[in-house]
C-alpha cells in the first residue's frame, strides 16, 4: 500500500525578513493542514490518512518567499491537485499551502525543490556561555 502523506509548504521568510514569532508560523501551517482536511474530509485518501492517526506522515519544506509560495499554487491549480492556500486575515497575507493527504509518489513532483523547514537556527543558552 502506497504511503500516504500531507505536504505543507511554510514561507521561510516568515521568521527572518518578516519578524513573525516561531509559534505564529506553526499555527499557519497547522490552519492550513486542517483546513485542507476539512475542505477535503469525504475523499478517499483523507479517510484512509484518517484512519491510521498514531501514523500520520506530514512533509514541511520551506519555500523562500511569497513568489514561490504563489508559484507552487499555481502548479497546483492547473494539475488539479487538491489544496488549500492559507491567507492570514485581515491582512490577506499568504502565508503557507497544504495539500489534502495523497499518495507520496502522485504529489512529491511539486515539491522536490524544496528543502525540509529548518526554522532559524537557535543558540542554546550553555552554547554562549
Not at 509548504?9 to 514569532?21: H, N, Q, S
Amino acid at each position: 500500500m502506497a504511503t500516504i502523506v500531507q505536504y505543507i509548504l511554510v514561507r521561510g521568510d516568515l521568521l527572518m525578513k518578516e519578524g513573525w514569532p516561531v509559534g505564529a508560523v506553526m499555527a499557519q501551517a497547522c490552519h492550513a493542514a486542517t483546513a485542507a482536511i476539512h475542505l477535503y474530509y469525504s475523499d478517499e485518501h483523507t479517510q484512509q490518512y484518517l484512519r491510521d492517526l498514531d501514523n500520520m506522515h506530514k512533509i514541511i519544506i520551506e519555500a523562500p518567499g511569497e513568489a514561490d509560495l504563489m508559484k507552487v499554487s499555481e502548479k497546483l491549480k492547473e494539475a488539479g491537485v487538491d489544496y488549500k492556500l492559507w491567507v492570514e486575515q485581515p491582512e490577506n497575507f499568504p502565508t503557507c499551502l497544504a495539500v489534502k493527504p495523497y499518495p507520496k509518489q502522485e504529489v512529491q513532483k511539486y515539491f522536490k525543490k524544496y528543502k525540509l523547514y529548518k526554522g532559524p537556527e537557535f543558540v542554546r543558552k550553555e552554547e554562549k556561555e
